[in-house]
């Protein structure tokens, strides 16, 4: 059964842009909508639980990045052995999450959402310093080239890329060549300038319960 991604948005109170560009039209749901779905019952007097807003913390990173709760938890549990070791454990997750190479598709500009990155990954059609990648989790490194392979470069998603690549901004830790249609890692990401949808802390907080 295919989720509903408009619904998960809904349910999290906030755009977690699942859609690409629809996202940001006005066909959005949370501007159609802004409120959960389903039946609309009398809201409960009190604040939500601080388990239900760790939860809720929690579901919307791992949706905004797609990943499956197996990788997610993996990643979560990873990053927290770093405690101590490293100056912020929140700006260590987000660093994780944002080099995935679906991710890297994405904020490229070679793909209108992450789901949709995934789909091409998987498909064999983008390069990593000259070599064929197809898994969507491989972590780009700093100084790695994210091309499209040559063959690849004709068909129909990538046929209008040059033109919406020009008004396209990438973050500042990584460099694109809209001509060649090929990208580059040149630093690392930070919590601040990705500014995710959640607080860290209470996603930290409900894995080590």
């Known amino acids: 059964m295919q989720i509903d991604q408009c619904k998960t948005c809904r349910r999290a109170g906030q755009k977690l842009f699942l859609k690409g560009d629809r996202c940001l039209s006005a066909k959005c749901a949370i501007?159609?909508?802004?409120?959960?779905?389903?039946?609309?019952?009398?809201?409960?007097?009190?604040?939500?639980?601080e388990y239900k807003k760790s939860l809720q913390?929690?579901?919307?990173?791992?949706?905004?990045?797609?990943i499956s709760e197996r990788q997610f938890k993996a990643y979560v549990k990873e990053t927290l052995t770093k405690m101590?070791?490293?100056?912020?454990?929140?700006?260590?997750?987000?660093?994780?999450l944002e080099?995935?190479?679906d991710n890297v598709i994405f904020r490229l500009g070679f793909?209108?959402?992450?789901?949709?990155?995934?789909?091409l990954v998987s498909h064999g059609l983008f390069m990593v310093n000259g070599k064929p990648v197809n898994i969507p989790s491989?972590?780009?490194?700093k100084g790695d080239v994210i091309s499209i392979k040559e063959s690849k470069k004709k068909k129909t998603i990538f046929s209008d890329m040059a033109s919406a690549l020009k008004i396209k901004e990438?973050?500042?830790?990584?460099?694109?060549?809209?001509?060649?249609?090929e990208g580059k890692s040149i630093g690392e990401p930070t919590l601040q300038e990705v500014n995710p949808p959640a607080e860290i802390s209470q996603i930290f907080e409900f894995y080590s319960r």
């Open 170 to 181: 990438v973050p500042v830790w990584l460099n694109i060549s809209k001509e060649k249609l």
């Open 84 to 96: 101590g070791k490293v100056e912020d454990v929140a700006n260590e997750l987000i660093k994780v």
């Open 138 to 141: 491989f972590k780009v490194k």
């Open 31 to 49: 501007v159609k909508r802004a409120y959960a779905p389903g039946p609309q019952r009398k809201r409960r007097g009190g604040s939500a639980s």
């Open 111 to 119: 793909a209108k959402s992450r789901r949709h990155a995934r789909q």
């Open 99 to 101: 080099t995935r190479l």
């Open 57 to 66: 913390e929690k579901q919307s990173l791992k949706k905004w990045y797609g």
